[in-house]
């Protein structure tokens, strides 16, 4: 609004002209470079209190820059110069304060927690009790880790029946790697992990390298860095188990993962009788979630048999397994005893509780790259939404 | 200590030595009377503030008594006289600020609070979900209650097949009721209730009633109030299946009703080919209470069928079904449409998984009345308890 104005106001006056311009291409320069550095290097790198701490700094630095430029602005200099050290050491004393103020955000006591350029990683322990928190959602407990990750991996395993080669996407923690690794026949798994800072303190961790068996060391596994989009259609050869564990579809850039062009580009790499699954939420509190990605695999002309396994420090959770119609399953067994699948539990894992499933008023749409349903779908709790 | 030596050194001082009996009696008597009226009295009609406020005029009004008794503390009559309706006063304060403080305990708004002779019962609500704790431990939501309801009452029902006499324990707030009169044979429910006060709550708290379906006012229920183990022996007739809702046996008086002695006496109300079941805590936390529970009945000489169902605000929930060997047992279907359970789910729901029964080095007994073994199994989680 107010650039038509001036232009006309300006129309004669050539000097004026110009310098205004530069201001207003210097101004619209330094938000692009603001509005770039913020999300891309200063919050993944710094953190949220410590890049607050620097861009105080900056309105200072600024002033000062005034002070020595303009003759008029002297007598500011010197109060200037000794606000600047002053400013510093408080942005310095910033960043344990933003440790402590995080330290309130768990229940248990903060053992580790590490800025990467994806996300926030903080470790908290109390007794035998290890947790991973990612972006302030619990990611596991080494309590019942066990049970969702034997319930992610085993059954599209057993219902091959010899799984030979085994994709696995997300899951840089070498959890679900650990209860692949368990397979017998089990030749190459190609793991897929966004952030390599998490795949860094899988391995280094002596607790995490505890709990994951050091299975990120196995030689039988291929480690791929990158975005499961991009890098998926690049694999080598094609897979008897696709295993998707990626966080909840809650926005656009994570529904991608659960969408029909994602799982069309996982069908390019699975090898005939093969199968896919995937986590899928948490079907009490949202069962559209579930239903949707189970609608999307039916898009594709998948067969899929959705089902669940309560963990206790989440709740009752949900997959979803896909084959394609012609597939033969096995009978499904487990060649080794697991902690909480065994033949029982697998016989009737597949009947999912009715009150698993959307209700008759809830419509249920495949999930798509340009209509992310699911983010809907992942933040309408059906229980205590506020 | 101090007794003897006092006794030594009076020997002799007649006068001096009545009246130390005297005030040494009246402590004793003092000490006797406070101590049966705080439990009795005091705490269950009161509360903990108001009897807090309570407690602290008594000072007080000692002290007034003596400025008026002994001549030599005259001068303090008047003000002992002033702080009285100022002590009085600020008692009467104090009761609202414990509801205040009471209300900061719960996460959801309270919209109701009853101290009866025998717990504290709050009632919270946010949007349709409705919360009664007991004593500070929910006692359920009724979003979720349906799941625990369907799986106390419907298992050991739907194996009787035709179940027409019903006893209940427990559960006086309607909900367990509100499932067994579902079924169509059903001709008589004897319910047994601690607490009357209960009883009036889910009978008239518009709703408490409307989640219950007025089961309390169904013709073919019968409501005794009173101690479970005192009434059972009375109770006329024999039962086709005995539904036992107790709180976890966290305490001695709450351990009685999961006791050998107890299971004893129930089993002579039970009429020929009929079934007990019990709630049995949570296994995944405290896996012991279940299998003692199980080993108790068991000493009876009965076959047991532990079985579990995730409640999600409660987490993965244990029951234990109990029958004579000579039961022949229906093969179990419901004749009506329930929200969780249904024929798919009652097939599989007694293979316990391998994870809700305690480890080889947890030793496991039954439950005794003069050994009550489960409060210490309940008390010890082998989960994040500190």
Redesign the interface.
Known sequence: MELPLLTRLLEGQEQLRRALAQVLALDYLGALLGSLALPLLLLPWLGLLPTAALLALVPLLCSGALCWAFPGLRRWRWPVAAALPLAGVAALLVAPLGDRVEDGLYDDPVIGRLQTRHQRIVLTR??D?LRVYLDGNLQFSS??E??YHEALVHPAMALHGRPRRVLLLGAGDGLALREILRWPDLQRVDLVELDPAMLRLARRHPLLRRLNGASLDDPRVHVHVGDALALVPGLPGRYDVIIADFPDPATPALARLYSLGFYGRLLGRLAPGGLVVTQASTP??TPRVLASIQATFEALGLDTRPYSV?V?SF??WGFVLAHRPTATLAAGDLPFQA??L?R??L??LF?L???LRPGPGEPVEPNRLVLPVLVDYQRQSR??S?
């Open positions: 109390r007794r009790d309590v019942d066990y049970r009490f509190f309560t206790p709740g009752p902690r909480w065994d029982a539990q016989r009737h009947d509780p009715r009150d229980w205590r506020d």
